[in-house]
């Protein structure tokens, strides 16, 4: 099954208010984490990563949250922005750099006026 | 500002044609990656390589194979496209996994090249 997965395929919310993207894994030796937001007509873009020995992490705007008990994994982006609009997506390390990432499934993110 | 080439944007072929998909880097990255992206599916792993001439299967290789002759250039090869793999397919790199440095892991993608076999 699906290693990596998010729980809503599209997430609709207003201009200005803060928006949270979930998503589930089940790899329990995973110990990296990354967000990456692909925009239309483009390749997907790093936003914010993490590692397992960390709960949390900051950017600009945005938070990654990690919750390794139940391996959940959350971005949170606040005061969200027309630019935001975007197919977001978590994605786990598959032991190394060299093995690649594995994806989950993508959670489109619209922001309504 | 453009770090990760994909040489065509859009392509169209027809069944049983061999098809080149060009990328490259110019992050003197070690690792490069060919992903294929499917609504509903995500990102799969076609293939990968840690080195020059060095490649290695991901999830879904049949059907495909890879080129590393130079460290910046990738190449996917569909020896005999048919329609299953009309596709979005996504090159990317990263640096030596070897490194244990914050980032490390971090693939840089292509904008994409987008397959339609007929």
């Known amino acids: 099954g699906e290693s990596v997965g998010l729980h809503l395929p599209t997430l609709s919310v207003q201009e200005g208010d803060n928006s949270i993207i979930n998503c589930a894994y089940s790899n329990s030796a995973s110990d990296y984490f990354i967000w990456y937001k692909q925009e239309s007509g483009k390749g997907p873009q790093f936003i914010i990563d993490i590692r397992s020995n960390m709960d949390k992490r900051q950017g600009q705007r945005v938070t990654v949250l990690l919750n390794k008990t139940v391996k959940h994994l959350s971005l949170q982006i606040a005061a969200t922005q027309p630019g935001d609009s975007a197919v977001y997506f978590c994605a786990e390390s598959r032991g190394g750099g060299a093995d690649g990432l594995t994806f989950g499934k993508g959670t489109h993110l619209i922001i309504q006026p | 500002d453009v770090k990760v080439t994909q040489s065509s944007r859009y392509l169209v072929k027809r069944t049983g044609e061999k098809v080149f998909l060009e990328c490259v880097q110019d992050m003197d990255h070690e690792n490069m990656f060919w992903y294929r992206q499917d609504p509903g599916l995500g990102l799969r792993l076609i293939y990968f390589s840690y080195d020059v001439k060095m490649k290695e299967k991901g999830d879904i290789p049949e059907g495909y194979s890879v080129s590393r002759e130079k460290k910046e250039r990738f190449s996917l090869i569909l020896e005999s496209a048919s329609t299953n793999q009309t596709s979005m397919y996504l090159c990317?790199?990263?640096?030596?996994?070897?490194?244990?440095?914050?980032?490390?892991?971090?693939?840089?993608f292509g904008a994409g090249s987008r397959l339609t076999v007929l």
């Open positions: 990317a790199s990263s640096l030596n996994s070897g490194i244990d440095l914050s980032g490390a892991n971090v693939l840089t």
